[in-house]
């Protein structure tokens, strides 16, 4: 992508290839994690959140008053 720039080269030659070591750094932290903190396997899926379809019970306002 950004190789064929000069600049990237001269970047690169300056201050190390940054995104490489970036990338690295994200794969060794990911595979670190996996081994502490394996993914979590449902056999249910989640239950969905409820719909309310007005104001839920005892949040509604007493009578004679008016919603501003």
Do not use: C, H, N
């Not at 750094?25 to 990911?30: D, L, N, Q, T, V």
């Not at 396997?41 to 008053?65: D, F, M, Q, Y």
């Amino acid at each position: 992508m950004f190789q064929e720039a000069p600049i990237y080269r001269q970047l690169v030659a300056e201050r190390g290839d940054v995104p490489a070591q970036v990338r690295g750094e994200a794969e060794r932290i990911k595979s670190d994690l996996q081994r502490v903190m394996p993914p979590l396997r449902t056999s249910a899926p989640a239950p969905a959140e409820p719909s309310w379809s007005g104001a839920p019970v005892g949040l509604a306002l007493p009578p004679g008053t008016q919603q501003g």
